[in-house]
């Protein structure tokens, strides 16, 4: 009898580990320059004080383990290092127009029948390039509280049937509030489908719980879930389980790169990056040139390079493992392809 009752509970325990892990590493994740050099043997110089203060550092362990120590040319630590490139000026604060197109506070339109939504400001890890990397969180009142206006256009517009859970990262939020939020949207009719923003499965994949999984298969709505790789580097063992496990709930899988000087401008990464997605059910998605975010100049690459590029995997891959190469242009009505 005691030994069934100390299974149950260590069984318990288990399932509350497994829940947590996740928020664990959010905990523990690295936040400063200094101890990322420390944690991967590079100079302190490798780091810029000024970058760093103008986007802090989030790199949690499991993205770390990935990272070759000692190597200031390793495609993820790239992503995430303030690197004193990130001084240089030009650029802007909202490239891709953003704040222009609020219908309420943190629910953005841009494209017919798609509206997304700053689900938070949290993240799985900071990348330099990220678009949103000076968005004023704070200023667009994002959380529950904003919630039932999202849900009063949705309903007032009808026209409006995909909602896109940004952020931030969507599955930042812990389950419970999530799936408040997904049965919010489900409990709209003219709501086809939800589609999720995440590189939390990429990052930290002990993220994709039973629970969540669970939860995305109780949607009424389809569910998409785009995931954002970058490079092959960042897919081991661990992130295989998260997708297989997205798999299992009967979400579409695709994926988003962003194209990026020093990370994946390569034929060869990029092929074997999307040859590996497709491998696990991921259909590549988008390959986007980059948004001339403030800080993040030094990863653009030039148009032409970019074609060179699309058109070599366009000869090497199935058709269905080559993404579209796109560029956000502010104003126009979709995505602009290249
Ligand atoms: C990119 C984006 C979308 C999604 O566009 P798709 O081409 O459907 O992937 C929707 N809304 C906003 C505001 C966007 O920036
Ligand atoms: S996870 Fe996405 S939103 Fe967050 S910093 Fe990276 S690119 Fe930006």
Not at 23 to 29: E, G, I, V, W, Y
Not at 36 to 64: M, N, T, W
Not at 132 to 152: I, K
Not at 232 to 249: F, K, P, T
Request: charged fraction near 25%; proline fraction near 7%; aromatic fraction near 6%.
């Amino acid at each position: 009898m005691e030994k069934i009752l100390l299974t149950e509970r260590n069984s318990v325990e288990a399932t509350l580990a497994a829940k947590s892990r996740w928020q664990h590493s959010l905990r523990t994740a690295v936040r400063s320059g200094i101890e990322l050099c420390r944690r991967l043997d590079l100079p302190p110089e490798a780091v810029s004080p000024s970058a760093e203060k103008d986007f802090p550092v989030f790199v949690p362990e499991e993205y770390l383990q990935r990272i070759r120590p000692g190597d200031l040319t390793d495609p993820l630590l790239r992503q995430v290092l303030p690197a004193p490139d990130e001084t240089l000026p030009g650029g802007q604060l909202d490239p891709v127009g953003d704040l222009q197109v609020q219908r309420t506070a943190g629910m953005l339109q841009k494209y017919a029948g798609r509206a997304l939504v700053i689900t938070t400001g949290a993240c799985a890890i900071h990348c330099r390039y990220c678009f949103r990397r000076h968005f004023p969180y704070s200023q667009v009142a994002v959380g529950p509280a904003t919630w039932a206006h999202w849900m009063d256009q949705l309903q007032a517009d009808p026209s409006i049937d995909e909602v896109i859970l940004s952020g931030g990262d969507p599955l930042s939020l812990v389950d419970g509030q999530l799936q408040r939020l997904l049965a919010a949207i489900d409990a709209v009719p003219t709501v086809r489908r939800i589609r999720i923003h995440t590189r939390f499965p990429v990052v930290i994949p002990s993220r994709v719980t039973e629970e969540l999984i669970e939860l995305l298969r109780a949607s009424r709505a389809a569910v998409y879930c785009v995931l954002h790789v970058n490079h092959g580097q960042e897919i081991d063992d661990a992130v295989r389980a998260a997708i297989v496990g997205i798999r299992r709930s009967g979400a579409v899988l695709l994926n988003q790169s962003v194209l990026l000087r020093g990370v994946n401008d390569d034929v060869e990464v990029l092929a074997s990056l999307n040859r590996e997605l497709v491998d696990m059910g991921v259909l590549p998605y988008y390959l986007h040139q980059l948004d001339p975010v403030r800080g993040a100049l030094h990863f653009e690459v030039g148009d032409d390079r970019a074609r060179e590029i699309w058109n070599e995997l366009v000869r090497q891959l199935p058709g269905y493992a080559v993404p579209r190469l796109v560029r956000e242009v502010p104003g126009e009505p979709s995505k602009t392809p290249l």
